[in-house]
């Protein structure tokens, strides 16, 4: 066999041969994560600032999985099982890159339409009142201990359903300890991003 029998033999098993899967570098990782953001936004239908920050701890679970299946696919030739802890730290390194922008203008937008919101719960328990029918709402504004206390207040006089927006008393207990773990967190998040804008937008 000369040597151009054995040029196109090579070329002929090369051509057979699945693609080699993308290393790690060329993983498109960045546009993965801004697929996932631009499609999971916070809830349109969430009212209190304390449903945007629920969004904001559970949303880095939902990324996490949905990269993963991304990166399953992605290296299924090779037979992927786990990340070694190397490899998980990059790719969250180059996914952090990302997100600031997309939590940022999601909170701006969640603020922005913070009066629309309010109004809406005012306007549902007036339509509700004009038929004689008393509609129970927590407000937009309260301390943690103010949203305790009315809760507590509800479900002493046996108010537990019937609130504005079929939220329980539960759910507003969950509120208040919210907003305590979040208390500083507008002010915190607001000179984060300054300083991420500086670094990485020059």
């Given at each position: 066999m000369d040597k151009r029998s054995i040029r196109r033999k090579i070329e002929q098993i090369s051509e057979s041969l699945p693609p080699l899967p993308p290393t790690l570098e060329e993983l498109p990782v960045e546009a993965w994560v801004v697929e996932v953001m631009e499609a999971h936004a916070p809830p349109p239908f969430a009212r209190y600032d304390e449903d945007f920050w629920r969004w904001?701890?559970?949303?880095?679970?939902?990324?996490?999985?949905?990269?993963?299946?991304?990166?399953?696919?992605?290296?299924?030739?090779?037979?992927?099982?786990?990340?070694?802890?190397?490899?998980?730290?990059?790719?969250?390194?180059?996914?952090?890159k990302v997100l600031p922008p997309y939590i940022d203008r999601y909170w701006r937008q969640f603020q922005a339409g913070k009066a629309e919101r309010d109004e809406w719960a005012i306007g549902m328990a007036e339509v509700a009142a004009?038929?004689?029918?008393?509609?129970?709402?927590?407000?937009n504004t309260e301390t943690p201990e103010e949203?305790?206390?009315?809760?507590?207040?509800?479900?002493?006089?046996?108010?537990?359903?019937?609130?504005?927006?079929?939220w329980g008393i539960e759910y507003h207990r969950e509120r208040a300890e919210l907003a305590e773990r979040y208390e500083h967190w507008p002010e915190e998040w607001q000179q984060f991003y300054a300083e991420w804008r500086k670094e990485n937008e020059g």
């Open positions: 904001l701890e559970e949303f880095p679970g939902h990324l996490g999985g949905s990269l993963r299946q991304c990166i399953d696919r992605a290296w299924s030739a090779v037979g992927v099982k786990e990340l070694s802890t190397e490899t998980a730290a990059k790719l969250e390194e180059r996914a952090d004009k038929v004689g029918y008393r509609v129970h709402y927590f407000p949203i305790r206390q009315r809760a507590n207040k509800f479900e002493a006089e046996g108010l537990t359903e019937r609130l504005v927006g079929g």
